[in-house]
C-alpha cells in the first residue's frame, strides 16, 4: 500500500511538466510582444508621424491592457473557475494579434494592442495561480519563477525577428505584430482540457470532483490540505482587510518597482543605446538579449540556493547602485557604460524569476487569483506609465536623469521589501499562505486536516 502524501508533497511527474508548460505559452508571448515593438515602432515613427507621446501611448498599450486583465479576470477566475479563464485569455490574444495587421492608424493600433494585454495580463494571473495550486512545494520557486526564462526566450526571439524583418520590407511592423497570433493558437489549442484546480474546486463545495482530478493526475494516496474558511466577501476590497493589507501592499509595491525600469528600458531598448552613445547593433542586442537569457536561468538556481527574502533585498539595492552609476558614468566612457548596463540586465533578470513566485505564494486559495491578479494589474499600471514617460523623459531631461529617477524606483523597492517581504521557501502553499511578513504581521496558528 502506498504511503499518504498531501498534494504539497507529491513528486513531479508528467502532469506538472505539461502544466508549467501550458502556463508559460503566455509569458512567451508576452516576451515577444515586447521584443518586437521596439522595432515596430522604429518604422511605425516616421510612416505614421507618431510624436513622442504616440510611441510611449503604443508602447505602453499592451501593458494597460494587462493592468486591466490581470485585475478584472484574475477577480473573475476566483468566482468562476481557473480554467475557463485559462482558455478565454487566449481566445481573445490570438485574434486581436491578427487583427494588427490590418491595422491603419495609430489608434487603431493602441486599441488592439489593449485588447493583447487584456488577454496576457487575465493568463499571467490564473497562469500563476493555477500553477501554484498544482506544484509541490519543493519544486513550487522554480516552476513559478521559470516564467522567467521562458519570458525572456520570447523577448529574445522577438528581438532577431525585428532585426531582421525591418530590414526586409517598410510594412515589416505588420507581419511582426501579427505573427503573435501564430504561438498564441498554438497555446490555445493545447490548453483545451485542462483540469480545473481541485483547491478551488473544494473550496467551491465540489468535493468529488476534486478528489476525482487529483486522484487521476496523482493516485488515490494524495490528498488535499484543508484551508481555515475566511467569511468575508471576495471583492476586491478584501485584499485591502486586516488579514491582507500588508501582504497585498508588499506585493503590488516591490512588483511595481521592479518592472517599471525592467519594461521601460527594454521597451525602448534601441532608442536608449543610442541615447548613450552605444552602438545600436546586432552585436550589442545580441550580447544584452543573451544576458537576459543567462540571467534568468542563474535566477532559477538562486531561487533554490538562496532566501526568497534576502535574493530580493539584494538585487534590488544591487540593479539601483548599476542605474545610478550610469547616471554619473560620461557617455564618452563606453566601456564602463557598457559593464554597468550588462551587469544591471543580467541580475533584473535573474531576479525576475520572483514575481512569478511571492504573489501566488502569498494569498489563500479563495482569494489567490484576485491577489495575483491585482499585483500584477498595479505592476503593469506601473510599467505602462513609465513606458510613456520614459520618451518624453528622455527628451526633455536627458538619459543621466531618466536612469537616476529609475533607481530611485529601485531603491524603494528595496526599502518595501526590507519593510514586509515575507520568507516563504519550503513550505506549503497553505502555510506560506500564512507567513507574517518580515515580523510585521501577526502569526495565526491553523489546524490544518487532510481531506
Known sequence: MQKVVQLDDVPFNRFHFKITGLTFGAHLTDGYVLGVIGFALAQLTPQLGLTPFWQGMLGSAALLGLFLGSLVLGWLA?????????????????????????????????????????????????????????????????????????????YVIGSFAGHFATEASPEAWRWLLASAAVPAFIILLLRIGTPESPRWLMRKGRRAEALAIVKRYFGDHVVLQAEPVNTESRNLLVL????????????????????????????????????????NSFGTDLLLSGLLFVGAVVGIGLTIICSRRGFLIGAFIFLALCLGAMSLIDSAQTALLIACFAAFTLVMSAVSNLVGVFPAESFPTEVRSMGVGLSISVSRFASALGTLLLPVFIVDYGIPTTMGILSGVLLTGALVSILWAPETKGLTLVDAAQTPQANTDPIVHHTTTPL
Open 240 to 279: 485591502f482587510s486586516p488579514l491582507y493589507r500588508r501582504r497585498t501592499l508588499f506585493n503590488c509595491l516591490f512588483f511595481a518597482c521592479l518592472v517599471l525600469p525592467y519594461f521601460a528600458i527594454y521597451t525602448f531598448l534601441p532608442t536608449i543605446l543610442q541615447a548613450m552613445g552605444l552602438a
Open 78 to 154: 476566483d468566482i468562476v473557475g481557473r480554467q475557463k479563464i485559462f482558455c478565454f485569455s487566449f481566445i481573445v490574444i490570438t485574434l486581436a494579434s491578427l487583427m494588427q495587421f490590418w491595422a491603419v492608424s495609430a489608434e487603431q493600433l493602441f486599441l488592439l494592442r489593449v485588447l493583447v494585454g487584456i488577454g496576457l495580463g487575465g493568463d499571467f494571473s490564473v497562469g500563476h495561480t493555477l500553477l501554484a495550486e498544482f506544484a509541490p512545494r519543493r519544486h513550487r520557486g522554480v516552476m513559478l519563477g521559470a516564467f522567467s526564462v521562458l519570458w525572456t526566450v520570447g
